[in-house]
């Protein structure tokens, strides 16, 4: 797994993909914290957390379209496949260095919460790790979705696309159960959904069972892919 890890790390910094994602999402978080927190005159940082959701639900596609589909598209799928390493090593590797990826974005909001802090004095320490926490369990969520869809196709624009056409669903999920009659059907939209578990986060709520969701997820995503791999490496 850590030889796989390394590799993919190389490749994100090698190709300007990694160096686009970081320019775009500290762009965009700056922005974000200039409109609410600073011209707001506000310290709450909540609204930073909950802005984030749409950007990485665009963004997160991206970075992970090339993982598998680039593997398939170049032939190198089947050395990969045939290499000493287990398959569950090899999507661990791939998913590890996406998120690692997404981890170094987020470094951007330690200076914002320094900020705040010398300007409004004692912030909510809680309240922040909660929202970092959210966003962590989120982004590894949608990078699980994002490995598994690149793992069906050779296409990376096409893996790009399906990932974030799920994403938007999981995040409309919640909208969608307001109109729904048929009380069982709305409790199964709501409890899928991503975007009410994750606001929970931002408003400084730690579910435990939001928690598990979102761990849920990115193992039933990561097992999925595994899957994918071992029906390749069969055929």
């Not at 799928?77 to 398959?87: C, E, I, M, N, R």
């Not at 900020?115 to 699980?144: E, H, Q, R």
């Not at 399906?162 to 909208?175: E, H, K, Q, V």
Request: charge should be positive; glycine fraction near 6%; charged fraction near 10%.
């Amino acid at each position: 797994m850590t030889a796989i890890f390394k590799r993919e790390i190389r490749a994100y910094f090698l190709s300007p993909m990694a160096y686009i994602y970081l320019t775009v999402f500290f762009l965009i978080s700056g922005v974000y914290f200039v409109m609410t927190n600073l011209a707001m005159k506000t310290a709450d940082i909540s609204y930073v957390f909950s802005g984030v959701f749409v950007m990485i639900m665009i963004m997160l596609p991206l970075l992970t379209m090339r993982l598998f589909a680039d593997e398939k598209k170049q032939k190198t799928d089947q050395g990969l496949l045939t290499a000493p390493v287990s398959l569950t090593g090899i999507v661990f590797g791939k998913f590890l260095s996406a998120f690692c990826v997404f981890l170094i974005g987020l470094l951007i909001y330690i200076p914002y919460i320094i900020t705040l802090g010398k300007l409004a004095g004692a912030l909510p320490v809680a309240s922040i790790l909660c929202n970092f926490l959210g966003l962590i369990l989120l982004g590894g969520a949608f990078i699980s979705i994002g490995v598994f869809v690149s793992s069906l196709t050779e296409f990376q624009i096409v893996a790009a696309i399906l990932s974030f056409i799920i994403n938007l669903f999981l995040y409309m999920l919640d909208m969608f159960a307001g109109n729904v009659d048929v009380e069982i059907v709305k409790k199964i939209m709501t409890a899928v959904g991503f975007y009410n578990r994750y606001t929970e986060f931002t408003q400084g709520i730690l579910n435990v069972t939001s928690v598990v969701f979102f761990l849920s997820v990115i193992l039933v995503f990561n097992f999925l892919t595994v899957r994918m791999l071992e029906r390749d490496r069969w055929n």
